[in-house]
């Protein structure tokens, strides 16, 4: 069963295995990385940074744990904010040869738990490069990346969107792309 736990200094040597192994699937969606960061020195640096922020208040930062208890991956809050707005961001990645095997799906229900049980949150937030959501939807046909592209415009001029699980409901622009994707149904006119 896949579970999630904080990120410990001990993480680092299989972490940087995993990332030098995932390296190729993962350059699409992360930024470049200095030869460093694919080391277990590297990721000694990384994880004691998460943890500086993680005693900040700041992030929470977990790994991912396959069935066998072996890394599968990563999943953060980061950008906690308290106050009247308690929300934060996520980002995750998960080993390419777990891919569409439910655990990214796992991760994210427990750390939606802990957002909001937990940690007392109201919102998590989830970017990404349009990219990536405009390839998700290619597989369904390539006349949907049209569509993508005009409400991802019409959204933001930045370089990320926001998908907002907030009050139990995901809030999101798909539902908007769709509608331009699809046709209208019009009544025929009567007579």
Known sequence: ??????????????LAELLRANRDFLAPFEPARRESYFTADGQQAAIGAALAEHEAGRTLPYVILGDDGSLAGRITLSGIVRGVFLS??????????LNGRGVATAALREIRRVAFDELGLHRIQAET?????????????????????????????????AVVYNDMRWVIFVALAVKLALPLRRKPLAG
């Not at 069963?1 to 299989?14: G, H, N, W, Y």
């Not at 934060?88 to 040869?97: A, I, L, M, R, T």
């Not at 349009?130 to 001029?157: D, E, H, K, W």
């Open 129 to 161: 490069l349009v990219a990536n959501i405009v390839a998700l939807y290619r597989q369904a046909g390539a006349y949907l990346a049209l569509p993508f592209f005009v409400v991802y415009s019409l959204m933001t001029l930045t370089e990320s969107i």
């Open 88 to 97: 934060c961001s996520v980002g995750y990645w998960v080993n390419q040869d």
């Open 1 to 14: 069963m896949t579970s999630c736990r904080l990120i410990e200094p001990a993480d680092a040597p299989a």
